[in-house]
């Protein structure tokens, strides 16, 4: 089977279908990263471009790791050391890198919409790798992957997003997944954090942690901004923390089996106890090992390589 | 036929028969960037380096892309990131890297004959990417092959260039390399920016656009330094625009199949109209194309893989 | 014969035995990096991180050629660019980092002991580059290699280091492993930099350079970072430089047949002058390309590449 698609934008446009094509491909790369020799030739011969506007090194290594052992010459720009950026415009840039004939441009951009403006101007392939407060899709992918290898399943798990939910395209990503796969979704954050009419999105909404979490089968906790503390969203993040944090308390109140999730990276102390992140529950590095994979998997199917 | 240079330092020492050789080569590489597998084993075991003492991505990227397109090994090194060039001379910098055994050594620095410098200390091959303001041989390589490939021809040609030439090394290195390939060469400016004496190289300059590019084969628009606007060399961004930007109604001058030519990053709505850089006219990404062609090109001629 | 161990985190730690393999090893690889194809694929489908939180263009980019040169796979991760370092411990980087599967971590940062911290948290390997003014072992072992090759044989000689040697990690890893292959030592700086008790690990401490330089076979100039000055650790650079560099004068103390070393970056004509640096005595890019050729052979060793 393959991918009829040229570009990763959002999980929004994705059927089930082409997850479970996706999940199920990725799932057959991971045994390459725990091989002797863990490289395949797959895309040799094909360049894949990391366009960063924002920084990141969890993301950008996840991706040069999964091109390189798919033997991608890989290429990495950043924004910030970026000339090629100043006084050009983003469509100026990629028109520019499209005329150096790579494969697969990766892209992360503070401007939600971003990467979907690239994929109807570029003949290349192209990736969000998180575009503003919209959406992550590769997150939610490897997200999906570790739920379903950890519980066998996503239809029908209870799954709890705590946190900021307005500013996090991680829970927006997620949130089209689970529904989308049969999952049934809860948030919970600050009333400042959470989007008006949240609700139309299929999941319930909740400004106590506890009703959120209480009989959760997977418990997802996102990220604090901690220089938001500064604007007013939430009075401090030790109140946060009062209110919002994970810890050997309030976990009781999940189901026994519960799993626990976190994007990273993580604020020890502030979104999640210590104990938590580290505890039997925690799949958070299951997490960032399924990221390699799905990412090389997305490579693989967006390249047409499983065509014959 | 063989390059028989250790390095690419300018334009002005370059003979037409070396230039053709170089375009020639290039051409021959444009079809490995179009290949389904675009890498060719020509300098496996080769080591670039990427010495970049000012910022640039569109530059660096595309070395980058071509050693890697000839399987080279390529290393980036920014002076911002670089603790090698603290405290250190560019020749002890120049030095250490020379120690470390690479083939090739693209250096790009804001002194006007460091390039120079270096390949007389070292046993490496340097290729100027850019020095102060005085060649960019790379860049001149590319135009040239551009118009040659656009045109059928160089010899003959009139070319108008426009903008700030002083400070241009793009300006300086096309200057020697058109001049000499027979085209004749206009250039255009504030007279704050035509350096005296500019006639010497055999072009005619003009204070006006208009004169310049009147009945033009090929207008090279320059990047204006937009920073420079503090420094009185003239008046405002929008006076400069007025007088001395390519637009719908200055074009019309020129010959109808007159062809638009930019070495980007642009300013648009300063130096250029957008209308026109996006225009049937404009062949500013074939430029980027061929960039990555013609630094194949010397990359291959350089490390003499074309000897046997 | 082979490396019982998983980590290089100190020269204190090892023998002397493995002292000689790793040289001899190192010794081996030396002609590849002057081959025409200078890449072996001993190292194929292997991934080597280099995790810098120090600004280090030199070390970074030797076991970047290093790993290249075998075929490895390497990422290049610098703390100032890293959203992955921002609120998160140096654990979860680097349990972030194990789950991505490389094969080995090189890792340099301002904190004593952190590599040894990870060498008991991770699977891979760890490579000490440089934790604070604690140890630096790869600089040390070019060193020795550097010595051995140039005088064949360590035991016996005398070496003089000059510099700061309370802050340098260069010369405590030096100490070690100069006294423990049967090196005499001597040490001098301003009393300010020199280590209270630092007799005990088998040197000789003076307070003049004279003294220390004294019929030596080697002598190892130390950088001085000139950003301690405001400190008062000594009155200022041009009086450091009249009390400590070498020069033409006082290398006349030494052995007529003297070697000069500097781990760079060398500030010139403050701790060394210019004709000294360049002069006959000196052996510093001999340094640099051992430092090739020594990461070479540690990246082999550690990955059992030798094992069969």
Known sequence: MKLNRKDILGIQELSVDEIHLILDTAESFIEVSTREIK?????????????????????????EIAGKRLSADTINISASTS???????????AKNLEAMNPDIIVIRHSAAGSPHMLAG????SIINAGDGAHEHPTQALLDLMTIRSKKGRIAGLEIAIIGDISHSRVARSNIYGMTKMGARVRVAGPATML?????????????????????????????I????EKLNIF??????????????????????????????PMNRGVEISPDIADGPHSIILDQVTNGV?????????????NES
């Open 83 to 93: 000339s090629m950026v100043k006084g050009e415009t983003l469509i100026d840039t």
């Open 121 to 124: 101007l570029l003949k290349q």
């Open 293 to 305: 994979a799905v990412r090389m998997a997305l490579l693989y199917l967006l390249t047409g390589s």
């Open 39 to 63: 490289k395949v030739p797959t895309l040799r011969g094909k360049t894949l471009v990391n366009l960063f506007y924002e920084a990141s090194t969890r993301t950008r290594t996840s991706f």
């Open 225 to 228: 901004q901690t220089e938001r």
């Open 195 to 223: 989007p008006r009419g949240i609700e139309k999105l299929g999941v319930t909404a909740y400004t106590h942690i506890d009703e959120a979490i209480r009989d959760a089968d997977i418990i997802m906790m996102l990220r």
């Open 235 to 264: 009075p401090s993040l030790r109140e946060y923390a009062k209110y919002f944090s994970l810890n050997r308390r309030n976990i009781e109140l999940a189901r026994e089996d519960v799993l626990i999730m976190h994007p990273g």
